[in-house]
């Protein structure tokens, strides 16, 4: 048997934490190791899998691109290209209508903390104490856990954080010179930790107030994740810009900034060779009409609903609380969750950490009921065995 875990502990560069594990294929919402066997994936390639894995429609619509055209740099108009743009801005809320398009989520935030510094004239950025929005310097910048980085500093000036949830915090980090507010309508990494309402719309108050603008960093909880199309569309506010990436082109690399007219730049400010490639345009595109033909904004939000209600069911004494919305579903613990994650994957389920002590659920947005139970099962039975040895705080 090939031994695809040695050869890239041997040859990668160690940056990951390593499960032991390889995945060789997949579908729907299992995926599979070279030996055959197969796991409930609720990593979804971190939200990025939210149609599932080897997608038909996906498929179909790379193989055929590929057969066509895979690279178009962006001084050339592209059909692909072309019509993605015009389907995101009819998707995105209020009058946001201009698409700049990247590789990642860490790129979408770079840029739209470029255009933000290029529209208000201003340095300064407010971010979120538990905030993260990526690892290059100026999305890490926004970033706040100081493990990821305390090693690479000095990062860019002009950032402060204000605490999550809490309007008066933030207006405290605001002033004259603040160009943008950066916010998660639901905290990832943070902890799974959805955004108020009352928070995120007094978020827009206070930038409107100040003449600064508001960054939505949905490239997690967009696409569908939390159930419609961008998360902020269930607190009813509409950001400045929204950052998408993961789940936009049903798991090819593809980011994107969606924003309102007169904030991008002029000619040669800003660029990106591989951004909006028309191989994962098509992918996008053929990613966008199967959720619409499938309705998966009410399935991720039914799923969801199902799930927690499961959960909460287990009455499991390591469970401190269940929250999330849609399918981005978090349990945090009493205790640490990495054994907890360890010991599912033995028994064939796979989930992400967010923070130390909260297990995060992402899966495909196409998980059956049924895989939804068998998820719910394993976690019974991991947590079971950590109630009886005693694993709490």
Same mark, same amino acid.
């Given at each position: 048997?090939?031994?695809?875990?040695?050869?890239?502990?041997?040859?990668?560069?160690?940056?990951? @934490?390593?499960?032991?594990?390889?995945?060789?294929?997949?579908?729907?919402?299992?995926?599979?190791?070279?030996?055959?066997?197969?796991?409930?994936?609720?990593?979804?390639?971190?939200?990025?899998?939210?149609?599932?894995?080897?997608?038909?429609?996906?498929?179909?619509?790379?193989?055929?691109?590929?057969?066509?055209?895979?690279?178009?740099?962006?001084?050339?108009?592209?059909?692909?290209?072309?019509?993605?743009?015009?389907?995101?801005?009819?998707?995105?809320?209020?009058?946001?209508?201009?698409?700049?398009?990247?590789?990642?989520?860490?790129?979408?935030?770079?840029?739209?903390?470029?255009?933000?510094?290029?529209?208000?004239?201003?340095?300064?950025?407010?971010?979120?104490?538990?905030?993260?929005?990526?690892?290059?310097?100026?999305?890490?910048?926004?970033?706040?856990?100081?493990?990821?980085?305390?090693?690479?500093?000095?990062?860019?000036?002009?950032?402060?954080?204000?605490?999550?949830?809490?309007?008066?915090?933030?207006?405290?980090?605001?002033?004259?010179?603040?160009?943008?507010?950066?916010?998660?309508?639901?905290?990832?990494?943070?902890?799974?930790?959805?955004?108020?309402?009352?928070?995120?719309?007094?978020?827009?108050?206070?930038?409107?107030?100040?003449?600064?603008?508001?960054?939505?960093?949905?490239?997690?909880?967009?696409?569908?994740?939390?159930?419609?199309?961008?998360?902020?569309?269930?607190?009813?506010?509409?950001?400045?810009?929204?950052?998408?990436?993961?789940?936009?082109?049903?798991?090819?690399?593809?980011?994107?900034?969606?924003?309102?007219?007169?904030?991008?730049?002029?000619?040669?400010?800003?660029?990106?060779?591989?951004?909006?490639?028309?191989?994962?345009?098509?992918?996008?595109? @053929?990613?966008?009409?199967?959720?619409?033909?499938?309705?998966?904004?009410?399935?991720?939000?039914?799923?969801?609903?199902?799930?927690?209600?499961?959960?909460?069911?287990?009455?499991?004494?390591?469970?401190?609380?269940?929250?999330?919305?849609?399918?981005?579903?978090?349990?945090?613990?009493?205790?640490?969750?990495?054994?907890?994650?360890?010991?599912?994957?033995?028994?064939?389920?796979?989930?992400?950490?967010?923070?130390?002590?909260?297990?995060?659920?992402?899966?495909?947005?196409?998980?059956?009921?049924?895989?939804?139970?068998?998820?719910?099962?394993?976690?019974?039975?991991?947590?079971?065995?950590?109630?009886?040895?005693?694993?709490?705080?």
């Amino acid at each position: 048997m090939n031994d695809w875990v040695g050869q890239e502990e041997q040859f990668g560069f160690g940056v990951y @934490a390593g499960r032991g594990l390889d995945l060789v294929r997949g579908k729907g919402a299992v995926v599979e190791d070279e030996s055959g066997r197969t796991y409930l994936d609720c990593v979804g390639g971190h939200g990025a899998a939210a149609v599932g894995h080897a997608n038909p429609a996906v498929v179909e619509a790379v193989s055929q691109q590929a057969g066509t055209l895979i690279s178009c740099p962006g001084a050339f108009a592209n059909d692909q290209r072309a019509k993605l743009m015009f389907r995101l801005a009819e998707l995105a809320p209020g009058d946001l209508n201009r698409v700049f398009f990247c590789n990642s989520g860490t790129e979408a935030v770079e840029a739209a903390l470029k255009f933000a510094r290029f529209a208000t004239g201003r340095t300064n950025f407010v971010a979120a104490r538990g905030g993260f929005h990526g690892r290059t310097f100026g999305a890490m910048s926004a970033t706040f856990t100081p493990a990821y980085r305390r090693d690479f500093e000095p990062l860019v000036p002009g950032f402060s954080f204000a605490a999550y949830n809490d309007l008066e915090s933030l207006a405290g980090e605001m002033d004259k010179d603040t160009a943008a507010v950066i916010l998660e309508v639901i905290q990832g990494e943070g902890g799974v930790v959805p955004g108020t309402r009352d928070f995120l719309q007094g978020a827009r108050e206070l930038c409107d107030r100040h003449g600064a603008l508001l960054i939505l960093d949905e490239v997690q909880t967009g696409v569908c994740r939390t159930g419609p199309m961008f998360a902020c569309q269930d607190v009813g506010v509409v950001p400045d810009i929204i950052c998408l990436a993961k789940a936009l082109a049903g798991g090819l690399p593809l980011g994107a900034v969606i924003c309102r007219e007169g904030l991008e730049p002029p000619v040669g400010r800003h660029g990106s060779t591989f951004g909006g490639n028309p191989l994962s345009c098509a992918a996008a595109l @053929a990613t966008l009409d199967f959720i619409e033909e499938n309705e998966l904004p009410g399935r991720s939000r039914d799923l969801g609903l199902y799930l927690m209600d499961k959960l909460r069911s287990l009455e499991n004494p390591w469970v401190r609380d269940i929250r999330g919305r849609g399918l981005m579903v978090g349990m945090e613990g009493r205790g640490r969750v990495a054994p907890v994650l360890r010991a599912l994957q033995k028994v064939g389920v796979l989930a992400l950490p967010a923070g130390r002590m909260v297990l995060r659920l992402l899966p495909p947005l196409t998980i059956t009921r049924s895989e939804l139970d068998q998820v719910v099962s394993g976690v019974d039975e991991v947590l079971a065995s950590v109630a009886k040895a005693g694993v709490l705080e």
